[in-house]
């Protein structure tokens, strides 16, 4: 049935994209559970298989109510939810026989896991060429750390990002943010969707990697270069609020709060024309970006000056666009939730959580011309609520046969 649904997949358009595409989702915490949500969004159906008795473990992270969490609810919208004893075999086997009806599975468990379980990429490919199996891993399923657990506060340690973020004589620090495990979660997203194009276009499925570490190292946008190419003699440091190799630009405190200013090249000479300084652009101190480097602690000393000389950070900021000049303030999270850029745009969306009721949560950070939204946001489930539907329907479990799963343990359910 599933390749008969391949094969009629390639002569109708579908309104979602990735309706008719079934994901198997083994994954928990975050950067699994970030990759399948994006696909639920895109129409996938996701089947959220979550190891009993207790389900995903973010479903213990801030903030609980009940048996769940807000944090687990913002990534598991929209997936089916059954819950499997994973020590017994016979939950082995019920995982197994899903996985074939599947297009994808996605999970992020440690390596040799699956293996002792007779679920690895190995066993599944030999029983369907077809299938695709996405992977992510703290540092990889081979290599010299592929040993290790992990988790984001070690992508970014491991990467060089954190060297890089924090003032320049403090220690080095993690963002806010958990950007591994979020960078993981968009890479393996992407990569899902062209290893399906490339089944269509040769019927065979391949098995996809990602770890917490590479995602971030690939931000590096001079780190590595710049030091290759200065035969090891410059190596980039932490900067501050300052982005050290483009002076000035930068993190600047306004009449009000914080904005920011990115002055590259092109944009220098304007920049001095909208401060009223045009000599700047010639002042042999600050003529070229090594001038500017060399004498950084003066120019920017200048900037914010001239920044703090408006009667607002609004102010400053409408001047500055009026001169094309990059700046924008800096928001914390609330604020930024409140922005028409991210309520207009759909990345905050506003659900009626059966746990939380009113919840705000993030949207997907894409747009596509030919695929709509869901006319009604989804919601999370309670662990194990499709246990039934899934089994009947996939399977074709009898009832009696379900019963007997439920009453040996081998699924279950908050229900």
Same mark, same amino acid.
């Given at each position: ?44 159906? %996701? ?58 599975? %996605? ?5 040799? %896991? ?63 943010? *958990?950007? =591994? ?53 410059? #190596?980039? =440091? ?77 102010? #400053? ?9 990059? #700046? ?22 506003? %659900?009626?959580? *059966? ?9 997907? *950070? ?22 039934? *539907? ?26």
């Amino acid at each position: 049935m599933r390749n008969g649904a391949q094969e009629a997949r390639r002569f109708y358009c579908h309104n979602m994209i990735l309706e008719n595409v079934r994901v198997l989702d083994l994954t928990q915490y975050l950067s699994g559970p970030s990759a399948t949500r994006m696909l639920s969004e895109l129409g996938a159906e %996701v089947i959220k298989v979550e190891l009993g008795p207790n389900g995903d473990p973010s479903r213990l992270l801030p903030f609980v109510e009940g048996r769940t969490s807000s944090y687990y609810s913002q990534q598991n919208r929209g997936k089916n939810s059954i819950c499997v004893d994973f020590s017994k075999e016979e939950g082995h086997d019920l995982v197994r026989s899903l996985a074939l009806e599947c297009d994808v599975i %996605v999970e992020n468990f440690g390596p040799g %896991v699956l293996e002792r379980k007779g679920l690895a990429w190995d066993d599944l490919h030999a029983l369907d060429e077809s299938l695709i199996m996405a992977s992510i891993s703290a540092f990889g399923k081979e290599g010299p750390l592929s040993h290790l657990q992990g988790f984001d506060l070690m992508g970014q340690a491991l990467s060089g990002m954190m060297h890089l973020t924090g003032d320049a004589d403090g220690p080095p620090q993690f963002t806010g943010s *958990p950007i =591994a495990d979020c960078a993981a979660g968009l890479v393996l997203f992407g990569a899902i969707g062209h290893a399906l194009f490339h089944r269509e276009r040769t019927g065979l499925g391949q098995c996809i990697e990602v770890n917490l570490v590479d995602p971030v190292f690939h931000m590096h946008s001079i780190a590595v270069q710049g030091h290759s190419a200065t035969k090891g003699e410059w #190596a980039q =440091a932490r900067s501050g609020r300052q982005f050290g190799i483009v002076v000035p630009s930068g993190t600047y405190k306004g009449p009000d709060g914080w904005i920011v200013i990115q002055v590259l090249e092109r944009q220098w000479p304007r920049f001095c024309e909208a401060m009223n300084k045009a000599e700047l652009a010639t002042d042999s101190k600050f003529h070229t970006g090594n001038d500017r480097i060399e004498n950084a602690a003066e120019l920017i000393n200048i900037v914010e000056r001239w920044v703090q000389s408006f009667e607002s950070d609004g102010a #400053a900021l409408q001047w500055l666009e009026e001169h094309r000049i990059p #700046a924008a303030p800096v928001l914390s999270p609330v604020e930024a939730m409140k922005h028409p850029h991210f309520i207009e745009g759909g990345m905050v969306r506003n %659900v009626d959580d *059966p746990t939380f009721g009113p919840l705000a949560v993030t949207g997907l *950070p894409v747009k596509f011309s030919q695929s709509s939204r869901p006319d009604r946001e989804p919601l999370p489930e309670s662990l194990g609520q499709s246990n039934r *539907p899934v089994l009947e329907r996939l399977l074709a479990l009898s009832v009696a046969e379900i019963e007997e799963l439920e009453k040996t343990g081998v699924v279950m359910s908050d229900e």
